[in-house]
């Protein structure tokens, strides 16, 4: 999975290089704001889902954000699943987008969606290991703590895919509504 987020960094390091050489863009009048970085934790309401912890962090335009993310169990997560009970950890990381309205406001809006890949494995070298694709989306509102500190609590869904055909469980025993927790330090928001 390393590779892989290295693969990603290189791919956005790559594409705002080209960006930047480019002497007509897309978007003239964009200016980027800013930067931030921070955790990023999510609390299950319902199921199977299992609690997760992670971070990420983006570069800052006008009202939204690029950036990347990663995100995994917080501690062995047992689902009960329809034939038995296993010990399953999943793991994903890849691309975050996210839009805020003025944040000149104490109290604002935000939103955000992870886009990324990640790995389902059976704990204790189980012959498990599932490449899946995870799509997480969220809004709430997010709070200026300080310039430099803001707190978004959210409310989102993990939906996740491409599990292995035949296996004991499905994306469905991954997916769920959750609670999250944003925390995002930087400066220029």
Not at 23 to 39: A, S, V, W
Not at 71 to 85: A, F, H, I, K
Not at 88 to 101: C, R, V
Request: aromatic share 14%.
């Amino acid at each position: 999975m390393k590779k892989n987020q290295l693969l990603l960094l290189a791919f956005f390091i790559g594409i705002i290089t080209h960006v930047q050489a480019q002497e007509e863009t897309l978007f003239d009048n964009l200016q980027i704001r800013g930067g931030f970085g921070g955790p990023i934790i999510e609390t299950a309401l319902e199921g199977s889902l299992s609690n997760a912890i992670g971070g990420g962090g983006g570069v800052l335009f006008d009202r939204f954000f690029i950036g990347g993310y990663g995100m995994g169990n917080t501690q062995d997560s047992r689902y009960d699943l329809d034939e038995g009970v296993e010990r399953l950890e999943l793991g994903h990381g890849g691309l975050w987008l996210g839009y805020y309205t003025p944040s000149s406001k104490l109290l604002h809006f935000y939103s955000s969606l992870r886009f990324g890949w990640g790995s389902i494995e059976q704990d204790e070298e189980g012959p498990i290991d599932d490449s899946v694709l995870v799509l997480t989306p969220e809004v709430g509102l997010e709070v200026n703590i300080t310039s430099w500190f803001r707190l978004a609590p959210t409310i989102g869904y993990r939906y996740v895919t491409g599990t292995e055909s035949g296996a004991f469980y499905e994306g469905s025993d991954f997916s769920g509504v959750f609670i999250g927790t944003t925390l995002r330090f930087g400066a220029s928001f």
